[in-house]
Protein backbone atom coordinates (compact mmCIF):
# COMPACT_ATOMS: atom_id res chain seq x y z
CA UNK A 1 0.00 0.00 0.00
CA UNK A 2 2.49 2.36 -1.10
CA UNK A 3 1.61 5.69 -1.09
CA UNK A 4 3.47 6.96 -3.73
CA UNK A 5 5.42 4.91 -6.15
CA UNK A 6 7.95 5.18 -9.11
CA UNK A 7 9.29 2.52 -11.72
CA UNK A 8 11.40 1.44 -12.46
CA UNK A 9 13.87 1.88 -9.71
CA UNK A 10 17.10 2.26 -11.28
CA UNK A 11 17.55 3.60 -14.96
CA UNK A 12 20.83 2.83 -17.46
CA UNK A 13 21.13 4.11 -20.26
CA UNK A 14 22.70 5.79 -23.67
CA UNK A 15 23.11 9.28 -24.30
CA UNK A 16 20.76 9.96 -27.06
CA UNK A 17 17.68 7.91 -26.13
CA UNK A 18 14.43 8.57 -25.05
CA UNK A 19 13.49 7.01 -21.54
CA UNK A 20 10.39 7.52 -19.04
CA UNK A 21 9.73 7.24 -15.69
CA UNK A 22 6.42 6.08 -14.10
CA UNK A 23 4.54 8.31 -11.04
CA UNK A 24 1.45 6.58 -9.19
CA UNK A 25 -0.07 7.91 -5.61
CA UNK A 26 -2.88 6.70 -4.28
CA UNK A 27 -3.45 9.13 -2.06
CA UNK A 28 -6.07 10.75 -3.59
CA UNK A 29 -4.27 13.86 -4.47
CA UNK A 30 -4.90 16.64 -6.47
CA UNK A 31 -1.22 17.82 -7.14
CA UNK A 32 1.82 16.07 -8.60
CA UNK A 33 5.49 17.18 -8.79
CA UNK A 34 8.58 16.00 -10.01
CA UNK A 35 12.29 16.77 -8.35
CA UNK A 36 15.48 16.42 -9.68
CA UNK A 37 18.63 15.57 -7.27
CA UNK A 38 21.73 15.68 -8.45
CA UNK A 39 25.36 14.25 -7.03
CA UNK A 40 25.62 16.18 -4.71
CA UNK A 41 22.06 15.98 -3.37
CA UNK A 42 21.04 19.55 -4.17
CA UNK A 43 17.17 18.54 -5.10
CA UNK A 44 15.47 20.91 -7.73
CA UNK A 45 11.71 21.52 -9.03
CA UNK A 46 11.31 20.64 -12.22
CA UNK A 47 7.08 20.23 -12.88
CA UNK A 48 4.09 21.07 -10.47
CA UNK A 49 1.31 19.75 -12.04
CA UNK A 50 -2.76 19.46 -10.81
CA UNK A 51 -5.34 18.90 -13.41
CA UNK A 52 -5.87 22.29 -14.34
CA UNK A 53 -2.32 23.77 -14.59
CA UNK A 54 1.14 22.98 -15.41
CA UNK A 55 3.79 25.30 -13.60
CA UNK A 56 7.04 24.26 -14.95
CA UNK A 57 10.53 25.54 -13.60
CA UNK A 58 12.04 27.76 -16.23
CA UNK A 59 15.12 26.09 -16.17
CA UNK A 60 13.76 22.57 -16.89
CA UNK A 61 14.78 21.78 -20.34
CA UNK A 62 12.45 21.14 -22.92
CA UNK A 63 13.46 17.65 -23.59
CA UNK A 64 11.71 16.96 -20.36
CA UNK A 65 7.87 16.56 -20.00
CA UNK A 66 5.65 15.70 -17.69
CA UNK A 67 2.57 13.37 -18.52
CA UNK A 68 -0.44 12.64 -17.01
CA UNK A 69 -2.76 10.15 -17.72
CA UNK A 70 -5.21 10.75 -14.88
CA UNK A 71 -5.42 12.31 -11.59
CA UNK A 72 -3.30 9.58 -10.30
CA UNK A 73 -0.07 9.53 -12.79
CA UNK A 74 2.23 12.06 -13.68
CA UNK A 75 4.91 10.32 -15.84
CA UNK A 76 8.34 12.12 -16.92
CA UNK A 77 9.32 11.71 -20.13
CA UNK A 78 13.03 12.23 -21.49
CA UNK A 79 14.01 12.80 -25.08
CA UNK A 80 17.62 12.69 -26.36
CA UNK A 81 19.06 12.56 -22.63
CA UNK A 82 22.48 13.88 -22.14
CA UNK A 83 25.53 12.90 -19.33
CA UNK A 84 23.87 16.28 -17.22
CA UNK A 85 20.82 14.14 -16.99
CA UNK A 86 21.75 11.16 -14.34
CA UNK A 87 20.23 11.98 -11.45
CA UNK A 88 17.80 10.99 -8.98
CA UNK A 89 14.33 11.78 -9.55
CA UNK A 90 11.77 11.93 -7.33
CA UNK A 91 7.82 12.18 -7.46
CA UNK A 92 5.61 13.42 -4.92
CA UNK A 93 2.38 14.48 -4.26
CA UNK A 94 0.40 16.96 -2.54
CA UNK A 95 -3.60 17.10 -1.47
CA UNK A 96 -4.64 20.28 -2.48
CA UNK A 97 -2.16 23.26 -4.08
CA UNK A 98 -2.21 24.54 -1.02
CA UNK A 99 -1.49 22.26 1.39
CA UNK A 100 1.98 22.27 1.56
CA UNK A 101 2.69 18.90 2.64
CA UNK A 102 4.18 17.09 -0.04
CA UNK A 103 4.44 13.12 -0.23
CA UNK A 104 7.89 11.82 -1.93
CA UNK A 105 8.73 8.28 -3.75
CA UNK A 106 11.33 6.62 -3.57
CA UNK A 107 13.49 8.31 -6.22
CA UNK A 108 14.79 6.58 -9.52
CA UNK A 109 18.29 6.88 -10.30
CA UNK A 110 19.12 7.39 -13.69
CA UNK A 111 22.38 6.46 -14.92
CA UNK A 112 23.32 7.90 -18.64
CA UNK A 113 26.27 6.70 -20.25
CA UNK B 1 12.56 34.70 -6.17
CA UNK B 2 13.00 32.89 -2.89
CA UNK B 3 16.22 31.11 -1.86
CA UNK B 4 17.35 28.50 0.77
CA UNK B 5 21.00 28.37 2.61
CA UNK B 6 22.24 25.48 4.70
CA UNK B 7 25.61 26.66 6.16
CA UNK B 8 26.29 23.52 7.34
CA UNK B 9 27.00 20.39 4.75
CA UNK B 10 27.97 17.76 7.34
CA UNK B 11 27.63 17.87 11.45
CA UNK B 12 29.01 14.89 13.21
CA UNK B 13 27.64 14.61 16.41
CA UNK B 14 27.85 11.97 19.33
CA UNK B 15 25.05 10.17 20.58
CA UNK B 16 22.94 11.59 23.09
CA UNK B 17 24.53 15.04 22.61
CA UNK B 18 21.98 18.25 21.08
CA UNK B 19 22.09 19.11 17.39
CA UNK B 20 20.95 22.19 15.59
CA UNK B 21 20.98 22.49 11.95
CA UNK B 22 20.93 25.71 10.61
CA UNK B 23 18.19 27.01 7.96
CA UNK B 24 18.23 30.63 6.67
CA UNK B 25 16.08 31.59 3.47
CA UNK B 26 15.99 34.88 1.62
CA UNK B 27 12.12 36.42 0.27
CA UNK B 28 10.17 39.50 -0.62
CA UNK B 29 7.15 38.07 0.44
CA UNK B 30 5.59 35.86 3.60
CA UNK B 31 6.52 32.16 2.87
CA UNK B 32 5.79 28.46 4.46
CA UNK B 33 8.74 26.86 5.71
CA UNK B 34 9.26 23.28 6.57
CA UNK B 35 12.09 20.47 7.00
CA UNK B 36 12.45 17.21 5.19
CA UNK B 37 14.81 14.24 6.23
CA UNK B 38 15.81 11.74 3.34
CA UNK B 39 17.73 8.30 5.22
CA UNK B 40 19.97 6.47 2.70
CA UNK B 41 18.47 5.41 -0.61
CA UNK B 42 15.19 6.53 0.33
CA UNK B 43 12.88 9.47 -0.47
CA UNK B 44 11.95 12.58 1.40
CA UNK B 45 9.96 12.44 4.90
CA UNK B 46 8.13 15.64 6.32
CA UNK B 47 9.66 16.40 9.46
CA UNK B 48 8.05 19.44 10.54
CA UNK B 49 6.22 22.89 8.99
CA UNK B 50 5.47 26.36 9.94
CA UNK B 51 2.67 27.87 8.07
CA UNK B 52 1.36 30.52 10.66
CA UNK B 53 0.76 31.18 14.65
CA UNK B 54 3.28 29.81 16.87
CA UNK B 55 6.70 29.97 16.10
CA UNK B 56 8.16 27.03 17.32
CA UNK B 57 7.00 24.19 15.79
CA UNK B 58 7.58 20.47 16.91
CA UNK B 59 7.58 17.43 14.78
CA UNK B 60 8.17 13.75 14.43
CA UNK B 61 10.93 12.01 15.74
CA UNK B 62 11.54 14.77 18.66
CA UNK B 63 12.52 17.27 16.36
CA UNK B 64 11.73 20.73 16.40
CA UNK B 65 12.26 24.27 14.79
CA UNK B 66 11.88 28.03 15.45
CA UNK B 67 11.12 30.76 13.01
CA UNK B 68 12.66 33.69 13.37
CA UNK B 69 11.11 36.66 11.04
CA UNK B 70 13.81 39.23 12.06
CA UNK B 71 16.38 36.74 11.03
CA UNK B 72 14.85 34.65 8.14
CA UNK B 73 15.77 31.74 9.56
CA UNK B 74 14.27 28.27 10.50
CA UNK B 75 16.76 26.56 12.66
CA UNK B 76 16.36 23.00 13.58
CA UNK B 77 16.92 21.15 16.84
CA UNK B 78 17.07 18.12 19.02
CA UNK B 79 17.92 17.93 22.49
CA UNK B 80 19.03 14.25 22.08
CA UNK B 81 19.78 12.52 18.72
CA UNK B 82 20.55 8.75 18.32
CA UNK B 83 22.02 6.55 15.90
CA UNK B 84 19.13 6.06 13.44
CA UNK B 85 18.83 10.01 13.03
CA UNK B 86 21.56 9.78 10.86
CA UNK B 87 20.60 10.93 7.57
CA UNK B 88 20.15 14.00 4.89
CA UNK B 89 18.11 16.77 6.04
CA UNK B 90 16.68 19.62 3.92
CA UNK B 91 15.15 22.63 4.84
CA UNK B 92 12.68 24.54 1.96
CA UNK B 93 10.47 27.13 1.88
CA UNK B 94 7.61 27.76 -0.68
CA UNK B 95 5.60 31.11 -1.37
CA UNK B 96 2.06 31.33 -1.42
CA UNK B 97 0.67 31.29 -5.01
CA UNK B 98 3.75 29.69 -6.35
CA UNK B 99 1.80 26.64 -7.26
CA UNK B 100 3.13 25.14 -3.86
CA UNK B 101 6.49 24.89 -5.47
CA UNK B 102 9.37 24.05 -2.94
CA UNK B 103 12.73 25.35 -2.79
CA UNK B 104 14.81 23.27 -1.56
CA UNK B 105 18.45 24.07 0.59
CA UNK B 106 21.73 22.31 -0.53
CA UNK B 107 21.18 20.00 2.95
CA UNK B 108 22.85 18.72 6.08
CA UNK B 109 24.27 15.57 6.13
CA UNK B 110 23.76 14.43 10.36
CA UNK B 111 26.01 12.09 11.13
CA UNK B 112 25.91 10.28 14.71
CA UNK B 113 28.45 8.84 16.14
CA UNK B 114 28.19 6.27 19.26
Known amino acids: DTAVSQTPKYLVTQMGNDKSIKCEQNLGHDTMYWYKQDSKKFLKIMFS???????INETVPNRFSPKSPDKAHLNLHINSLELGDSAVYFC????????????FGPGTRLTVT | AQSVTQLDSQVPVFEEAPVELRCNYSSSVSVYLFWYVQYPNQGLQLLLKYLSGSTLVKGINGFEAEFNKSQTSFHLRKPSVHISDTAEYFC????????????FGGGTRLMVKP
Open chain 2, 92 to 103: AVSEPNAGNMLT
Open chain 1, 49 to 55: YNNKELI
Open chain 1, 92 to 103: ASSQEVFSYEQY
